[in-house]
């Protein structure tokens, strides 16, 4: 019950909002005098509780006679709550990161932690970036299988509506298993070469340069026009001597 009240939290701001909706999923319709009752709730507390849960479709009501019930909705609702609120994210977040780099135009540096802040350094990538833009990516990473958990699901759609070219370094296990773009150039470093064991992915990217730290599950985004050109031209040199 704590976890289920923890998530209804996400959309409900008020302990009585919680504990009406869970009352009606549990005891069914019922008319405001029940509710008040069986949560010793005075009744225009119910009544305005009632109001808020119905504007936010957690709730429907019943005509009984001449009497007003309401009801829960369907626990998998919720589901579909999550949903809108994730497209109605995606849509604003072009306008949001308008507004963050303005914020950090020039220099900057953030440090993000856990598997949402390395999720949130790949989102950086590729909303960051204009149509047909390259980016470099140089991986050490151990365990492809989970990177790709981490990868946010919007990622991959941004990135190739985009048609972002992307260049990479990495081992021959990791990029084989990876299927054959056009857009996509990879070259392998010795596999024997200890430079490459750090569980480390490094993205460069216009004037920023993203290190995604795999053990620590730490991410440091670093704007800095000076930097990125020179992470740049190191990945370029060393990507010209290695195989394809």
Same mark, same amino acid.
């Given at each position: 019950? !704590?976890?289920?009240?923890?998530?209804?939290?996400?959309?409900?701001h008020?302990?009585?909002?919680?504990?009406?909706?869970?009352?009606?999923?549990?005891?069914?319709?019922?008319?405001v005098?029940?509710?008040?009752r069986?949560?010793?709730?005075?009744?225009?507390?119910v009544?305005?509780?009632?109001?808020?849960?119905?504007?936010?479709g +957690?709730?429907?009501?019943?005509?009984?006679?001449?009497?007003?019930?309401y009801?829960?909705?369907?626990?998998? +609702?919720?589901?579909?709550?999550?949903?809108?609120?994730?497209?109605?994210?995606h849509?604003?977040?072009?306008?949001?990161?308008?507004? !963050?780099d303005?914020?950090?135009?020039?220099?900057?540096?953030?440090?993000?932690r856990?598997?949402?802040?390395?999720?949130?350094?790949?989102?950086?990538?590729?909303?960051y970036?204009?149509?047909?833009?390259?980016?470099?990516?140089?991986?050490?990473a151990?365990?492809q299988?989970y990177?790709?958990?981490?990868?946010?699901?919007?990622y991959?759609?941004?990135?190739?509506? !985009?048609?972002?070219?992307?260049?990479?370094?990495?081992?021959?296990?990791?990029?084989?298993?990876?299927?054959?773009r056009?857009?996509?150039?990879?070259?392998? +470093?010795?596999?024997?070469?200890?430079?490459f064991?750090?569980?480390?992915?490094?993205?460069?990217?216009?004037?920023?340069?993203?290190l995604?730290?795999?053990?620590?599950?730490?991410?440091?985004?670093i704007?800095? !026009?000076a930097?990125?050109?020179?992470?740049?031209?190191? +990945?370029?040199?060393?990507?010209?001597?290695?195989?394809?």
């Amino acid at each position: 019950m !704590k976890e289920i009240k923890s998530l209804l939290k996400t959309f409900l701001h008020k302990e009585e909002e919680i504990k009406v909706f869970l009352y009606l999923l549990e005891k069914g319709e019922s008319g405001v005098q029940e509710i008040a009752r069986g949560l010793s709730l005075h009744r225009p507390r119910v009544y305005e509780t009632l109001s808020v849960l119905l504007d936010k479709g +957690f709730v429907e009501e019943l005509k009984v006679g001449k009497r007003i019930h309401y009801k829960a909705v369907q626990p998998y +609702f919720l589901l579909e709550k999550v949903k809108s609120i994730e497209s109605d994210v995606h849509k604003l977040l072009p306008e949001l990161q308008k507004i !963050k780099d303005k914020q950090t135009k020039g220099i900057s540096m953030e440090v993000l932690r856990g598997e949402t802040g390395l999720a949130a350094c790949f989102l950086d990538v590729v909303m960051y970036l204009k149509k047909d833009d390259i980016f470099y990516r140089i991986s050490s990473a151990k365990d492809q299988q989970y990177v790709d958990s981490v990868v946010p699901k919007h990622y991959r759609p941004i990135r190739d509506s !985009k048609n972002l070219e992307r260049r990479v370094i990495t081992s021959r296990y990791v990029g084989e298993q990876k299927k054959a773009r056009l857009e996509r150039s990879i070259r392998y +470093f010795d596999e024997q070469d200890e430079l490459f064991e750090h569980n480390v992915i490094q993205f460069i990217y216009g004037d920023k340069i993203s290190l995604l730290d795999f053990n620590s599950l730490t991410g440091t985004i670093i704007k800095n !026009k000076a930097i990125a050109d020179f992470q740049k031209s190191i +990945f370029l040199t060393l990507y010209k001597r290695l195989e394809r």
